[in-house]
């Protein structure tokens, strides 16, 4: 999702800048982890889907394989969707495998994207880079990301104590908290009241989520990519649907089974190339999905507030890790990505169950403090071993974490604030080769067939 919005926001703005008209010659150079695993991310089509003017949130899934078979066919691209250019991949889409950083870059992030427009006569016009650093969130090398041209929200925070004290001045749960600054941010949409903007935000990422979930539960054969991994979610459905028809009802951990379904169903929808919701990536974007469908199928306390409740929560988790650490599995690995979703998914799922900000924190420092030092290893870097298995397992963790954490009624040693930093120093200790890189690990202790 980050390159294809890097390599579109530099698209589109190739007109405003007034350099649409000469280009003759686009070129995209991909750095570190976005160059090792790129391939098996199906980065090289995001690259092309981006230059051609396209979105991750508003392009049609039934386009992306005509427009990139277009291209390859033809060897030509609608840059930005307006001009036609030659457009060779094999000299215009480099992939700098042996190169960590975009040469020259003031920033050092493992996920770099360098684009360069020229004109008929070789010249270059424009030059950007761009830095993937997780979540589909893109940062430009020399802009300031904290330069934003957005309203002041009511209640900010910058770590889990602040956040925590202010809910706790103004007598606020953390889910009225983030909603209270959601619709400060909502409210330039003067056309409806900015509650309402926000609560049917919250709605469309759930049935997003949910549709996602159902695809995966119907689809079945062999993932892309050359790992002839097969697609399990279905047969695991039907076989607990076999037991429920049976009217084997007596097993007190089938409704895990059926957590452990949902993240399987999402993230093989993401090794398929099919939309899901970044919660906080795409690589684990199965655990709060399938930690909300486990809140509303059987729990029986559930109800519309508490997802709205679950929502807000998880997503002012995801931003104390965004801010104060990373949510990136190239720069801190998987316990960036399912580590922080599982820590999302925990305080989500104790919000939603009328747990306190306390037992929110603590749900989440559970949940990553028995992810820490995970590696990111895909096997041959695709997004498929170890890493669908693993948002079922971090699913499964949410979920026991929430209860634990509910059950506490005494103060905890280790602070959310605490689990953070050590997460985000313990990815920076941890050597690159196992931080998607596919060098290390799984990746290459297991032979490819």
């Not at 070129?27 to 995001?46: I, K, N, P, V, Y």
């Not at 950083?101 to 020229?118: D, E, I, W």
């Not at 605490?418 to 690990?441: F, N, P």
């Amino acid at each position: 999702m980050g390159p294809m919005r890097a390599a579109c926001r530099f698209a589109r703005e190739l007109e405003p800048r007034g350099e649409l008209a000469r280009v003759a010659r686009v070129q995209a150079d991909l750095f570190g982890s976005l160059a090792l695993t790129g391939m098996g991310h199906a980065t090289d089509r995001a690259v092309l889907l981006g230059l051609s003017g396209n979105e991750p949130a508003s392009i049609d899934p039934a386009v992306i394989e005509r427009t990139v078979g277009e291209i390859r066919a033809t060897g030509r691209i609608q840059l930005a969707g307006v001009k036609s250019i030659p457009f060779q991949e094999s000299s215009d889409l480099v992939f700098h495998r042996s190169v960590m950083f975009p040469p020259g870059a003031l920033t050092q992030h493992p996920n770099g994207l360098r684009l360069t427009v020229f004109d008929a006569a070789g010249a270059v016009l424009d030059e950007r880079t761009f830095f993937s650093i997780g979540g589909g969130f893109i940062t430009e090398d020399g802009v300031d990301p904290s330069i934003q041209n957005q309203p002041a929200i009511p209640f900010p925070f910058h770590n889990a104590a602040e956040l925590l004290a202010t809910a706790q001045a103004h007598e606020l749960s953390i889910s009225q908290l983030m909603l209270e600054n959601e619709c400060a941010l909502a409210a330039r949409e003067a056309d409806r009241a900015p509650v309402q903007i926000v609560r049917e935000g919250i709605d469309r990422i759930w049935q997003a989520m949910q549709t996602c979930v159902e695809r995966g539960m119907k689809a079945e054969g062999i993932l892309p990519g050359g790992l002839q991994v097969r697609r399990r979610a279905r047969r695991l459905a039907e076989r607990l649907r076999e037991k429920e028809a049976a009217g084997v009802r007596n097993d007190p951990l089938a409704p895990l089974d059926w957590v452990t379904v949902y993240a399987m169903a999402v993230n093989e929808e993401n090794a398929a190339g099919g939309r899901v919701v970044t919660a906080p990536t795409n690589g684990a974007a199965g655990v709060v999905p399938a930690v909300a469908h486990y809140y509303e199928r059987f729990l029986p306390e559930a109800d519309h507030e508490g997802l709205m409740r679950f929502f807000l929560t998880s997503a002012a988790i995801g931003i104390l890790y965004k801010e104060n650490a990373s949510i990136s599995g190239a720069e801190v690995g998987c316990q960036g990505e399912v580590g922080v979703a599982c820590s999302m998914a925990a305080g989500g799922l104790t919000a939603a169950l009328g747990g306190t900000n306390g037992q929110v924190e603590h749900a989440a420092e559970i949940a990553m403090e028995h992810n820490l030092g995970m590696t990111c290893d895909p096997i041959g870097g695709l997004v498929q071993i170890p890493c669908i298995e693993r948002n079922a397992m971090g699913a499964a963790k949410a979920v026991q974490a929430s209860r634990l954490a509910l059950n506490e009624s005494e103060a905890h040693k280790v602070s959310l604030d605490q689990v953070i930093r050590t997460m985000y120093l313990t990815g920076l200790d941890m050597q690159s080769r196992y931080k998607e890189t596919s060098l290390a690990g799984l990746a290459l202790n297991i032979i490819e067939c």
